[in-house]
T-cell receptor, first 112, second 113 residues
Framework: NAGVTQTPKFRVLKTGQSMTLLCAQD?????MYWYRQDPGMGLRLIHY???????AKGEVPDGYNVSRLKKQNFLLGLESAAPSQTSVYFC???????????FGDGTRLSIL | DQQVKQNSPSLSVQEGRISILNCDYT??????FLWYKKYPAEGPTFLIS?????DKNEDGRFTVFLNKSAKHLSLHIVPSQPGDSAVYFC????????????FGKGTTLSVSS
């Protein structure tokens, strides 16, 4: 009963390093999303995908790239990490565009 | 500019009483509203939703009320239980315009026994 799985759960990076966050879902959902949550803020959409091979920008896309090569996976990349990208990142998926989204447990990323 | 506002960062309620969490929105195009609950170190979980064609939706102890003219919705939890202590996020979207979910900043509910 995995649902949405995010790896890693924690990571510390130095400024300028790159990394990829992985999101995997086993519910055969078409739609997948990446959010970030900062203290005192709600969830803000970074990028999303409406199906395999598609991606689109959300509210705060700068500094991030994504790929959806397989339906069950959605990757979030940071090419050159900056301290402003220190945050908790959540991945979500949904069966339809406006259906309830199912979230992973988050990746806590610190950039020094 | 915030399109979805949860003006109360926190709320404290005694076990057995009613919890009322409020949410205001500014975009009149929003026609679908959801509430999510989030425990520490976990992702948000979907709680309840309401479409703009309704003014009330109920699911067990949880009821969401929508006042379109006031652009306001509220989540009522009756009776409140200690396990309800969590952060509650309100979210909204506009089907016609195809917008993604917009989340409020959340309200932390503490239910004391």
């Amino acid at each position: 009963n995995a649902g949405v799985t995010q790896t890693p759960k924690f990571r510390v990076l130095k400024t300028g390093q790159s990394m990829t966050l992985l999101c995997a879902q086993d519910m055969n959902h078409e739609y997948m999303y990446w959010y970030r949550q900062d203290p005192g803020m709600g969830l803000r959409l970074i990028h999303y995908s409406v199906g395999e091979g598609t991606t689109a920008k959300g509210e705060v896309p700068d500094g991030y790239n994504v790929s959806r090569l397989k339906k069950q996976n959605f990757l979030l990349g940071l090419e050159s990490a900056a301290p402003s990208q220190t945050s908790v990142y959540f991945c979500a998926s949904s069966s339809g565009q406006f259906g309830p989204q199912h979230f992973g447990d988050g990746t806590r990323l610190s950039i020094l | 500019d915030q399109q979805v506002k949860q003006n109360s960062p926190s709320l404290s309620v005694q076990e057995g009483r009613i919890s009322i969490l409020n949410c205001d929105y500014t975009n009149s195009m929003f026609d679908y509203f959801l509430w999510y609950k989030k425990y520490p170190a976990e992702g948000p979980t979907f709680l309840i939703s309401i479409s703009s064609i309704k003014d009330k939706n109920e699911d067990g102890r949880f009821t969401v009320f929508l006042n379109k003219s006031a652009k306001h919705l509220s989540l009522h939890i009756v009776p409140s239980q200690p396990g309800d202590s969590a952060v509650y996020f309100c979210a909204a979207s506009a089907h016609q315009a195809g917008t993604a979910l917009i989340f409020g900043k959340g309200t932390t509910l503490s239910v004391s026994s």
